[in-house]
C-alpha cells in the first residue's frame, strides 16, 4: 500500500523546499487568528491568501492553505470553550463541555485538552490517509447517492439522539433544519421559499445562521454576567495548566485515537465533513462513556472526542481532494483553486503521477500537527486572557465582529439579517428546550441530502426499493434502524426493571 | 404580573413557538409546491413537513394538557435578578441586535456599529462616558474599516 520509493522522494522534497517551512508557520498563525474570530471562517482565511500562492511552488501553496486550514481547526475551539460561540462550525461540539470548564475556571486545562486532541488528531487524520489512501479512494468512488442520503440521515438521527429526553424536540428541528436548508434554487432550478428576492436564490447564508443560532443566544444570556469566569481566582492565565491539559489527554489515548478515526472515515465522505465529524465522535462518546450523564457539565472527554474528530476529517477531506478531484467542504474547494492555478487537476491520476508529491504534502501536514502544538501553546497564553476582560466591553466586541463577519461572508445584507433572526429564533427554542444543534445539521445538510434523494429517484426511476437493493445502503439503513430502536429499547427495558 | 409571564414563558409562549413552526412548515410547502407540484420538487420537502406537523401535534396537545392540568408555567429563577441588566438585559439585548442590523445599510456601518457599542455598554453598566466613547469609537470603527481596506469589501458608510 506504502511506495517506499515516493516516500523518499517526498522526503527530499520537503528537505530541499525552504519556501514550504517558511509558509507554514505563516499558515498556522493566520488560521489560529481566522479561526479565533467568530463569523471570519477558515474558508474565508483560504479565500483571503489564495492569490499569495501563485508567487509559490505547488507543494509551498499546498502546504500553505492546510496550515490555514489546521491553525483554523484549532483556533475554532478558542472562542467556543471560553464563549460558548465556536469559531468555526467544526467547533459546535467543543463548546458542549468545553464552555462548561471555562464557567468552572477550568479553562486553561480546556485548552490544553483541545489543542492536544486536535494536534493528534491532525497526525492520525494525515497517517490514515498515507497508509489508506488507494483503498479507500477506491470505497469512496463506490458510494453512491443512496449511500450518501442514508449516511446524513443517520448523522441526523444521532444529533437528535442527543437531546436525550427532548428526542421528539429534536426531531423536529433537524426537520426544520432540513427544509430551511433547501430554501433557494433547487439543483433543478426549481426557486423556493425565496419570496421572490435574488439575494435568496443560493438561500440562507448557512454560517451566518449557525453562528446567530449557537452563538448569539449565548451572548444574550451573558448580559446579566460581569465576566465569562464568575469566580476572580479562577480567571488566573497559566501556562503550567494549559500544558498540564495538554498532557492529560494522552492519558485518555484512547479517546483521541477514535475520535480521530471518527473524524477521518467522516471526513473521506464528501459534503459531510468537519462538523458532522465533530457531532458524531462528541455523541458516540457520550454514548460509549460510564460517565454519559455527565457529558454537558464541563467532561474532559466531550472536549477530547470533539477536537480530535474535526482536526482528523482534515486529512480526511484530502482523500476525496487528492483522489477523486472531489472537494468535500468549502476549505478543499478553495484548495481545489490552488491546484487549478498551478495547472494540476486532482484525481487517480494525480496519485498515480505524483506519488511524490501527495507523500510530501501528507508528510508536510503529520510535521506541520507538531508546529501547531508548540505555536497552540504560544498563543494561548495570549487567547486566554480574554477571561480577565470584563463582559462589557468583551460582548459588544464580539457581537459586531460576528455580525460584521457574516456580512464578510454573503457580501450582502441577507449575512447579518439572518444572523440575527436566527440568534432571536436560537434564544426562544433554547428557552424550550429545543436542540439548535439538531436544526442546525439540518441546515448543513438539507441540499445534499435533497441532491442525493433525488439523484437515488432517478437512478431508480422512482422505485425507493433501491437502497434494499445495494449491499452498502442495506448495511446502512439497517445500522440507522439499530441506531434508533436500541436507545428506545434499552429505555423500555430499564423502565420495566426500575423499582417502582 | 409575575405569574401571568411565567405562563407566557411557559406553555402559552410554546404553543405560540410551535404555531409559527407550523405556519412556516404550511407556508413552505405551498410555495414549493406552486413553484412545482412535481415529486422531484417535493422529494424532501413533503415527507420533512409532513413529520414536522405530526410532531408539531403531538407536542401541541402534551403542552395544551399541561396547561389544563397548570403544570406548564415556567420555574421562578433561584436567585432573583437584582439589576436592570439581569432582570430585563437578554430580551433587550436582542431587540438591540435586531435594531443595529436593520439600521447597518440606513446609517452606515460605521455610525450603526459606534452606537450599538455604546448602548451595549451602559446596559451592562459602564457609565464613565469618556471610556464609553473611546472604546465604541475604537472598538466600532476598527473592524469596519479593516473589512473595507485588508479584505477589499465594500460597506456602506457614512464617514469612514
Known amino acids: 500500500m506504502i511506495d517506499l520509493a515516493a516516500s523518499s522522494d517526498a522526503m527530499s522534497l520537503l528537505a530541499s523546499n525552504p519556501m514550504a517551512w517558511l509558509v507554514v508557520p505563516a499558515g498556522l498563525l493566520i488560521g489560529l487568528v481566522f479561526g ?36 483554523g481547526g484549532f483556533g475554532g475551539s478558542v472562542p467556543a470553550i471560553l464563549m460558548n ?44 490517509l498515507f497508509v489508506i489512501l488507494e483503498p479507500i479512494s477506491r470505497l469512496v468512488l463506490k458510494l453512491g447517492a443512496p449511500e450518501l442520503f442514508l449516511i446524513a440521515l443517520a448523522g441526523l438521527f444521532l444529533i437528535a439522539a442527543l437531546s436525550g429526553k427532548f428526542f421528539w ?48 443566544s449565548e451572548i444574550f444570556a451573558l448580559v446579566k454576567s460581569e465576566y465569562i469566569v464568575a469566580d476572580a481566582g479562577a480567571r488566573e492565565v497559566r501556562i503550567a495548566l494549559i500544558a498540564r491539559g495538554f498532557l492529560d489527554a494522552f492519558r485518555n489515548w484512547y479517546l483521541v485515537l477514535r475520535g480521530g478515526l471518527i473524524g477521518a472515515l467522516i471526513g473521506t465522505v464528501p459534503g459531510v465533513g468537519s462538523t458532522v465529524a465533530n457531532l458524531v465522535s462528541y455523541s458516540y462518546a457520550r454514548s460509549r462513556s460510564p460517565e454519559g450523564e455527565r457529558f454537558g457539565t464541563g467532561h474532559p472527554e466531550g472536549v477530547i472526542a470533539a477536537e480530535s474528530a474535526n482536526s482528523s476529517s482534515e486529512g480526511g ?9 472531489i472537494p468535500g467542504g468549502a476549505g478543499t474547494a478553495i484548495m481545489l483553486g490552488a491546484f487549478a492555478m498551478h495547472n494540476v487537476t486532482g484525481g487517480p491520476r494525480f496519485i ?25 501553546l504560544l498563543f494561548l497564553r495570549i487567547a486566554v486572557t480574554i477571561v480577565k476582560v470584563p463582559l462589557k466591553y468583551l460582548l459588544p466586541v464580539i457581537t459586531t465582529l460576528t455580525v460584521l463577519g457574516s456580512y464578510a461572508v454573503s457580501n450582502s445584507m441577507v449575512g447579518p439579517i439572518t444572523l440575527a433572526a436566527a440568534a432571536i429564533l436560537g434564544l426562544i427554542m433554547k428557552h424550550y428546550n429545543y436542540p439548535v444543534v439538531a436544526m442546525v445539521i439540518g441546515l448543513l445538510l438539507g441540499r445534499m441530502m435533497e441532491g442525493n434523494l433525488l439523484r437515488t429517484w432517478q ?37 420495566r426493571a426500575a423499582p417502582d | 404580573m409575575n405569574r401571568l409571564s411565567r405562563h407566557l414563558t411557559g406553555g402559552a409562549g410554546h404553543l ?17 409546491w406552486a413553484a412545482q407540484s412535481k415529486v422531484q420538487n417535493m422529494l424532501l420537502i413533503g415527507p420533512a413537513a409532513a413529520l414536522s406537523l405530526v410532531l408539531i401535534l403531538v407536542l401541541a396537545v402534551a403542552e395544551a394538557r399541561r396547561i389544563a392540568k397548570g403544570t406548564d408555567a415556567a420555574p421562578p429563577p433561584e436567585t432573583p435578578p437584582d439589576t436592570f441588566a439581569a432582570k430585563h438585559g437578554t430580551p433587550i439585548a436582542a431587540g438591540l441586535m ?60 457614512l464617514v469612514l
Not at chain 2, 465604541?136 to 456602506?156: D, F, K, R, Y
Open chain 1, 169 to 216: 424536540r429534536g426531531v423536529l428541528a433537524g426537520a426544520l433544519g432540513l427544509m430551511i436548508g433547501t430554501v433557494g434554487m433547487s439543483s433543478s432550478g426549481i426557486m423556493r421559499g425565496t419570496m421572490g428576492s435574488m439575494y435568496m436564490l443560493d438561500g440562507i447564508s448557512t454560517t451566518a445562521a449557525i453562528i446567530g443560532l449557537f452563538a448569539a
Open chain 2, 98 to 157: 435586531g435594531v443595529y442590523v436593520i439600521a447597518m445599510p440606513l446609517v452606515g456601518f460605521d455610525v450603526a456599529t459606534v452606537v450599538y457599542v455604546a448602548v451595549s455598554m451602559v446596559l451592562q453598566g459602564a457609565r464613565d462616558w469618556r471610556i464609553i466613547l473611546a472604546f465604541s469609537l475604537v472598538a466600532g470603527l476598527l473592524p469596519v474599516w479593516a473589512i473595507e481596506e485588508m479584505l477589499s469589501i465594500p460597506v456602506p458608510t
Open chain 1, 459 to 495: 437512478l431508480s426511476r422512482g422505485d425507493l426499493t433501491i437502497f434494499l437493493e445495494r449491499p452498502i445502503s442495506l448495511g446502512l439503513l439497517i445500522a440507522l434502524c439499530l441506531a434508533v430502536a436500541l436507545p428506545l429499547g434499552m429505555k423500555r427495558l430499564k423502565a
Open chain 1, 36 to 71: 479565533v474570530l467568530p463569523g471570519l471562517s477558515v474558508p474565508i482565511a483560504m479565500a483571503v491568501f489564495l492569490p499569495f500562492t501563485l508567487y509559490m511552488d505547488f507543494l509551498s501553496a499546498i502546504l500553505f492553505l492546510t496550515a490555514i486550514f489546521t491553525g
Open chain 1, 85 to 128: 460561540v465556536p469559531g468555526t462550525t467544526a467547533a459546535i461540539a467543543t463548546c458542549f463541555d468545553g464552555y462548561p470548564m471555562s464557567k468552572q475556571g477550568r479553562h486553561n486545562e480546556a485548552l490544553g485538552l483541545a489543542l492536544a486532541a486536535s494536534t493528534v488528531g491532525t497526525i492520525i487524520g494525515y497517517a490514515l
Open chain 1, 352 to 376: 498515480s503521477d505524483n506519488k511524490d508529491i501527495v507523500y510530501a504534502i501528507i508528510g508536510g501536514n503529520l510535521v506541520q500537527a507538531l508546529l501547531l502544538a508548540g505555536m497552540g
Open chain 2, 16 to 32: 405560540a413557538l410551535l404555531a409559527a413552526f407550523a405556519a412556516f412548515t404550511v407556508w413552505y410547502t405551498a410555495d414549493a
Open chain 1, 317 to 325: 477531506s484530502m482523500v476525496a481532494l487528492l483522489a477523486l478531484g
